[in-house]
């Protein structure tokens, strides 16, 4: 049990494009979810709360605008990076409360 | 500022050895402790959690807490080398559902 998805595993795009990551989680409803993001060689980093019917919270010095997440359901959360830039290259993983915290097997992307 | 700290390492053991693994934190009110494991390039997976004082045992795994100087360690017997990864402490408030990790400890068991 407890099984947290998300999709995609990897994703490459040109520079000033929008990508979306969705997490599920598959056998269980979560009224939050986590999304975080972690560079090479450091840990990770909380991006931001994604609650269930409500706005998102987010960490401090994260750009809400470039960010958007959306809790549509009890099962899924979606993160998109707007207008993605190279630095934005990263592995972006989202995790699921039940409990104590589940993660996905994240996202890696890379923006050209 | 509720914190996590942890020795970045890298610890290195031998093979069949003990890896001790520590973590301090700094809020007293933290009820409920975890031990994360993450592979390179992978996302961290649950391995033991623990509430209360003592020890608690997984397989090769033990959990110790100490709330009173605010202490939590893990245990690995007979390490392998597929236990090399990055192991995160993380904590959480009672009632609370946001978890705080620690940066990490880098573990490499010698074959």
């Known amino acids: 049990g407890a099984v947290v998805s998300q999709h995609p595993s990897r994703v490459i795009c040109k520079s000033g494009t929008s990508v979306k990551i969705e997490c599920r989680s598959l056998?269980?409803?979560?009224?939050?979810m986590f999304w975080y993001r972690q560079f090479p060689k450091q840990s990770l980093m909380l991006m931001a709360t994604s609650n269930e019917g409500s706005k998102a919270t987010y960490e401090q010095g994260v750009e809400k605008d470039k960010f958007l997440i959306n809790h549509a359901s009890l099962t899924l959360s979606t993160l998109t990076v707007t207008s993605a830039h190279p630095e934005d290259s990263s592995f972006y993983i989202c995790s699921a409360e039940l409990g104590t915290q589940y993660f996905g097997p994240g996202t890696r992307l890379l923006v050209l | 500022q509720k914190e996590v700290e942890q020795n970045s390492g890298p610890l290195s053991v031998p093979e069949g050895a003990i890896a001790s693994l520590n973590c301090t934190y700094s809020d007293r009110g933290s009820q409920s402790f975890f031990w994360y494991r993450q592979y390179s390039g992978k996302s961290p997976e649950l391995i033991m959690f623990i509430y209360s004082n003592g020890d608690k045992e997984d397989g090769r795994f033990t959990a110790q807490l100490n709330k009173a100087s605010q202490y939590v360690s893990l245990l690995i017997r007979d390490s392998q080398p597929s236990d090399s990864a990055t192991y995160l402490c993380?904590?959480?408030?009672?009632?609370?559902?946001?978890?705080?990790f620690g940066a990490g400890t880098r573990l490499f068991v010698k074959a």
């Open positions: 056998d269980f409803q979560a009224t939050t």
């Open positions: 993380a904590i959480n408030e009672d009632g609370g559902f946001k978890t705080i």
